[in-house]
């Protein structure tokens, strides 16, 4: 029982990734699930349903067709919403129960297609793994189903900017995502192409006449590195956090420089996203480099602490630093330099050796009498809307704000 939770939370699972990153696209976004689910992955985890129309829907499945099988009725009603709706794609996904029994989606996809002339994503989620594979598959099959050849190659130095995963999930609505965008700008370049709030299907699909990807979390990733490998557009992994950040990842973009914060080649092989069924004895071989004390401890998503680390190093003159990742489904290319931990105590003993944790506000119930020691850094993917009036803005000079609390 050491792998069990008592206090903390799980991160948004993989089907709330794939309704994130297709949200705003004008897709039929059908989760295979029972009645009553989907308010998780289309309202709980998902903001933008407040003012921005989406068609995420759910199955209903229900417990007769989950013993005998019933995938007719699926495809039925599916085709059916599809020619009322009339969307630009359809996306079908799983949940626990659906791969349980071994619902067959990639031949219920071929079904669809063949019904309904619209090209179809079929997604064998589980509602195990996080938010990351999730969406990271979903930026990967848009890639591949929709981006056009290219009419022009990239340029050196880059003008065109790709941005990859960029989602409410990582960056909430309080306005990352526009002045992220706002500072591309205003460096004289431009945004070609956003993954995906704020753009289009229709301009998506011109992605590979980008000249460089600013890959801006994990869930970005995949999809960067077939767009390197196809086309060979560069990637850049990071976010422009703290102002000494700025001009670095701006400078890296223009010359597509890969090894900005990861140290990475952009020369690796392409990775295949998993969606294997859960090995419930994988937190025996969660990867440890230190157990020592530290200054700070940062807990979170990849590209996020990295970013952060960056900023406290450079800009705060702190040194002692531990990154903790508690997503071990996340891009092994970019855990290389931090703990891999998502058992609970495991993660305590960690909090109880460093004199100040930065985490999602979750986290500080792991010590419920040494609160002081934790710094609020909301992650939307995590605790959803319950601490979105303390998330910060976090992109370029704005962190200041923030690091007042430090």
């Known amino acids: 029982m050491k792998q069990a939770q008592q206090i903390l939370s799980t991160y948004a699972v993989d089907m709330f990734g794939i309704a994130s990153a297709l949200y705003e696209l004008g897709g039929l976004v059908v989760m295979h699930d029972a009645s009553g689910c989907n308010?998780?992955?289309?309202?709980?985890?998902?903001?933008?349903?407040?003012?921005?129309?989406?068609?995420?829907?759910?199955?209903?499945?229900?417990?007769?067709?989950?013993?005998?099988?019933?995938?007719?009725?699926?495809?039925?009603?599916?085709?059916?919403?599809?020619?009322?709706?009339?969307?630009?794609?359809?996306?079908?996904?799983?949940?626990?129960?659906?791969n349980a029994i071994g619902t067959d989606f990639r031949a219920i996809e071929q079904i669809l297609r063949q019904r309904t002339g619209l090209p179809?994503?079929?997604?064998?989620?589980?509602?195990?793994?996080?938010?990351?594979?999730g969406a990271g598959e979903a930026y990967l099959r848009l890639v591949k189903e929709f981006v056009k050849s290219p009419r022009v190659k990239p340029?050196?130095?880059?003008?065109?900017?790709?941005?990859?995963?960029?989602?409410?999930?990582?960056?909430?609505?309080?306005?990352?995502?526009?002045?992220?965008k706002k500072l591309i700008e205003e460096a004289g370049l431009k945004?070609?192409?956003?993954?995906?709030?704020?753009?289009?299907?229709?301009?998506?699909?011109?992605?590979?006449?980008?000249?460089?990807?600013?890959?801006?979390?994990?869930?970005?990733?995949y999809a960067a590195q077939?767009?390197?490998?196809?086309?060979?557009?560069?990637?850049?992994?990071?976010?422009?956090?703290?102002?000494?950040?700025?001009?670095?990842?701006?400078?890296?973009?223009?010359?597509?420089?890969?090894t900005y914060l990861t140290g990475l080649t952009g020369k690796e092989s392409l990775r295949k996203v998993q969606f294997a069924m859960a090995d419930l004895n994988a937190w025996k071989n969660e990867s440890r480099q230190s157990e020592e004390s530290c200054d700070i401890l940062l807990i979170g998503e990849p590209v996020r602490i990295l970013s952060l680390r960056r900023y406290l190093e450079v800009e705060k003159g702190i040194r002692n630093i531990r990154l903790i990742c508690p997503l071990a489904d996340a891009p092994n290319l970019l855990l290389k330099d931090m703990d891999i931990i998502s058992v609970e105590d495991e993660l305590r003993q960690a909090c109880k050796a460093a004199k100040k944790i930065i985490a999602d506000p979750?986290?500080?119930?792991?010590?419920?009498?040494?609160?002081?020691?934790?710094?609020?850094?909301?992650?939307?993917?995590?605790?959803?809307?319950?601490?979105?009036?303390?998330?910060p803005l976090f992109i370029g000079g704005f962190i200041e704000e923030w690091a007042k609390t430090l």
Not at 192 to 215: I, P
Not at 245 to 256: C, D, I, M, Y
């Open 39 to 98: 308010s998780t992955y289309s309202t709980h985890d998902e903001p933008r349903w407040y003012d921005t129309p989406s068609m995420v829907y759910i199955s209903g499945l229900c417990e007769i067709d989950t013993i005998q099988g019933n995938d007719m009725r699926l495809i039925d009603e599916v085709a059916a919403a599809a020619e009322e709706t009339g969307p630009a794609f359809i996306a079908v996904g799983g949940s626990p129960m659906p």
């Open 120 to 133: 179809v994503l079929s997604f064998r989620t589980d509602g195990i793994h996080s938010y990351l594979p």
């Open 155 to 180: 340029q050196k130095p880059a003008v065109r900017v790709n941005i990859l995963g960029l989602t409410p999930l990582d960056f909430s609505v309080v306005g990352n995502a526009t002045e992220l």
């Open 191 to 221: 945004v070609h192409s956003s993954w995906s709030m704020g753009d289009s299907l229709d301009n998506m699909s011109l992605a590979a006449e980008g000249d460089v990807n600013a890959v801006v979390s994990s869930t970005g990733f």
């Open 226 to 258: 077939y767009l390197k490998e196809k086309y060979d557009i560069p990637y850049v992994v990071g976010i422009p956090a703290g102002r000494a950040a700025v001009e670095p990842w701006l400078k890296a973009l223009k010359s597509g420089d890969s």
């Open 362 to 391: 979750i986290y500080s119930h792991l010590l419920p009498k040494e609160e002081k020691r934790f710094v609020s850094f909301p992650h939307e993917a995590y605790s959803g809307r319950r601490y979105r009036d303390e998330m």
